[in-house]
Antibody, heavy 120, light 107 residues
């Protein structure tokens, strides 16, 4: 079955780090770019970060540049998001999403999301 | 960064109505414009990619058009299951920004 499954979310205190994971199955993981997209409670979608299929190229949104690090392990079909010094405004559901094409960055497959709550 | 602006932010329409949602980019994005549907409590779903290509399994009442900076998503005959929020997203250049969303309610 083609699917993405996120993990690693939870309640964290401001300033603490967190690592999110996304395990892929059912498709050739290394062939496709992957992204993280988040959605704060009651708000819209915000693209966070992306990484090429090989892992050589990474992309970041302005709000997380310098704070978050995206990576992937193609041998494990897993995508990661390392979040450092979390702030209350980072509270959101974090989705991993697969690029629909090797040459375009629309997202044709989404995980169910993992909730990150930053609060003391 | 490219800003994406959708209008309206919300709308209410009757079953059977033709509904149009507009998305405007702050600079030309060619046809690198995509649309997603998100039902309450659910995961976003790709509807249309590269302006006008219908994703597999999406009903033909959904269509997209436009180029450059102005794009539209049209639902030709609104159905009860179309109650959702709709988001445009540009994939022309990073960061791959989304519009703020349009909430569609059924009258």
């Amino acid at each position: 079955e083609v699917q993405l499954l996120e993990s690693g979310g939870g309640l964290v205190q401001p300033g603490e780090p967190l690592r999110l994971s996304c395990t892929a199955s059912g498709f050739r993981f290394s062939s496709f770019g992957m992204s993280w997209v988040r959605q704060a409670p009651g708000k819209g979608l915000e693209w966070v970060s992306g990484i090429s299929g090989s892992g050589e190229t990474t992309y970041y949104g302005d709000s997380v540049k310098g704070w978050f690090t995206i990576s992937r392990d193609n041998s494990k079909n897993t995508l990661y998001l390392q979040t450092n010094i979390l702030r209350a405004e980072d509270t959101a559901v974090y989705y991993c999403a697969k690029a629909g094409s090797t040459r375009d960055w629309y997202f044709d497959l989404w995980g169910r999301g993992t909730l990150v709550t930053v609060s003391s | 960064d490219i800003q994406m602006t959708q209008s309206p932010s919300s709308l209410s329409a009757f079953v059977g109505d033709r509904v149009t949602i507009t998305c405007r980019a702050s600079q030309s994005i060619s046809t690198y414009l995509n649309w997603y549907q998100q039902k309450p409590g659910k995961v976003p779903k790709l509807l249309i990619y590269t302006t006008s290509n219908l994703q597999s399994g999406v009903p033909s009442r959904f269509s997209g058009s436009g180029s450059g900076t102005d794009f539209t998503l049209t639902i030709s005959s609104l159905q009860p299951e179309d109650y959702a929020s709709y988001y445009c997203q540009q994939s022309y250049s990073s960061p791959w920004t989304f519009g703020q969303g349009t909430k569609v309610e059924i009258e």
